[in-house]
């Protein structure tokens, strides 16, 4: 009577029921749910006051004030407790005491220091010499500049001199306002006739005896210029 | 669908779960300062490049961070829990080098690897109850006797 079996279907019992509902969808319902608050109260029970728990105001006021710094105390303790528990156990399992452990990794942690300080240090010694190496190279290469610009400077006024020497030579023969008279004497007195021939190749066909002696002698020059080179490649 | 970008294998899953470096608990921030060019640095590049997806995958709550052109040589920093820091020069190394200096300073050794491997599948294992565990009763596991406290057990 008091533990009552209801057996129903599963799709009909209710997503919010009290009663708890077993695996097999059968709703069992124990004796505390068996009288709601809105059924009636029993014949018994007509007219019956409650009587009132007994309490001691004294330890009330105690416990109220204490409940809560007792619970504080006790979880510490607890909670504790089960931490050494299981620190021993883990200490235990490894074979090794905690402090040891943490010991020894500290002292693992700072040989790796000390071993990578040691791998700088040799990183730091390469780079150095590749940066000596390079600053080397940069000051030959500098100084070879300077050589080369110093060489160049110095053809370049040689090559002046040699021009400043080549017109100084050719100003002897030039025309001033002094020997000015003397030229155009001589150049009056001079017969240079100009009837001369040119062919297709540019070859000049002067005159016999004529005033064109510089000229001819420039051209004879040119001529075995040319016949050198043309021997010898066609020695080689 | 596509692959994207440079060398888009370095995205893909089966890639980033061959890296093999796990950081200390202590490491918290990992800089790498290199510069885009120059013969020294490329095997700053390559690290940035190749490893350090696989590093960070399998280091997700490290921050790592990378600084292009500010120092003429290239080099890791490292900053620990304490406010301590880590300096690794890395100048004219190849990437798998520097991988293995890293690994060799800040990487959990095999040993503590294990552990806790083994203290993963202690956790996974579904005979153990309780309450860092998956279930707390048997109670909990579908088929069984169903918790005492919400359906009395039998009298017999």
């Given at each position: 009577m008091f533990q009552a079996f209801k057996t129903s279907l599963c799709r009909f019992i209710p997503q919010c029921t009290n009663e708890p509902v077993l695996q097999t969808g059968c709703v069992y319902q124990t004796v505390r749910w068996r009288k709601r608050r809105t059924d009636p109260i029993a014949k018994s029970k007509i007219g019956r006051v409650r009587v009132p728990t007994p309490i001691d105001p004294a330890e009330y006021k105690f416990s109220l004030e204490k409940w809560d710094e007792y619970n504080i105390l006790i979880n510490a303790i607890r909670s504790h407790c089960i931490q050494d528990h299981r620190r021993k156990?883990?200490?235990?399992?490894?074979?090794?005491?905690?402090?040891?452990?943490?010991?020894?990794?500290?002292?693992?942690?700072?040989?790796?220091?000390?071993?990578?300080?040691?791998?700088?240090?040799?990183?730091?010694?390469?780079?150095?010499?590749?940066?000596?190496?390079?600053?080397?190279?940069?000051?030959?290469?500098?100084?070879?500049?300077?050589?080369?610009?110093?060489?160049?400077?110095?053809?370049?006024?040689?090559?002046?001199?040699?021009?400043?020497?080549?017109?100084?030579?050719?100003?002897?023969s030039y025309i001033t306002l002094e020997n000015l008279d003397e030229n155009i004497e001589a150049a009056l007195a001079e017969e240079k006739s100009y009837l001369f021939g040119i062919d297709k190749n540019g070859k000049f066909t002067l005159p016999e005896n004529t005033a064109w002696t510089e000229l001819k002698e420039r051209l004879e020059q040119k001529e075995r210029q040319q016949n050198e080179p043309q021997e010898k490649t066609e020695t080689a | 669908m596509p692959m994207k970008g440079k060398f888009p294998l370095r995205r893909t899953l089966r890639y980033l779960e061959r890296g093999n470096v796990y950081l200390r608990d202590t490491v918290k921030i990992v800089t790498i300062n290199y510069n885009t060019l120059g013969e020294t640095h490329k095997g700053a590049r390559d690290f940035v490049f190749y490893n350090l997806p696989q590093l960070q995958y399998k280091n997700q709550n490290v921050q790592?961070?990378?600084?292009?052109?500010?120092?003429?040589?290239?080099?890791?920093?490292?900053?620990?829990?304490?406010?301590?820091?880590?300096?690794?020069?890395?100048?004219?190394?190849?990437?798998?080098?520097?991988?293995?200096?890293?690994?060799?300073?800040?990487?959990?050794?095999?040993?503590?690897?294990?552990?806790?491997?083994?203290?993963?599948?202690?956790?996974?294992?579904?005979?153990?109850?309780?309450?860092?565990?998956?279930?707390?009763?048997i109670c909990q596991v579908p088929g069984q006797v169903p918790c005492p406290s919400v359906v009395p057990l039998p009298k017999n």
């Open positions: 156990n883990k200490e235990t399992a490894a074979g090794v005491s905690l402090e040891e452990q943490s010991r020894k990794d500290e002292e693992e942690w700072q040989k790796l220091l000390l071993w990578n300080t040691e791998e700088n240090a040799k990183t730091r010694q390469l780079r150095e010499a590749r940066l000596r190496e390079e600053a080397k190279r940069e000051e030959e290469e500098k100084l070879q500049a300077l050589i080369q610009i110093e060489k160049e400077e110095a053809a370049w006024l040689a090559e002046l001199e040699e021009l400043v020497k080549k017109e100084k030579e050719a100003s002897k | 790592m961070q990378t600084f292009k052109n500010l120092t003429p040589s290239p080099f890791i920093r490292c900053f620990l829990n304490d406010g301590d820091e880590v300096l690794i020069d890395i100048d004219s190394k190849s990437n798998t080098s520097i991988l293995e200096h890293v690994k060799k300073l800040l990487g959990k050794s095999e040993d503590i690897l294990s552990a806790e491997r083994k203290a993963r599948e202690k956790k996974t294992n579904p005979a153990n109850f309780g309450r860092e565990f998956a279930r707390e009763c």
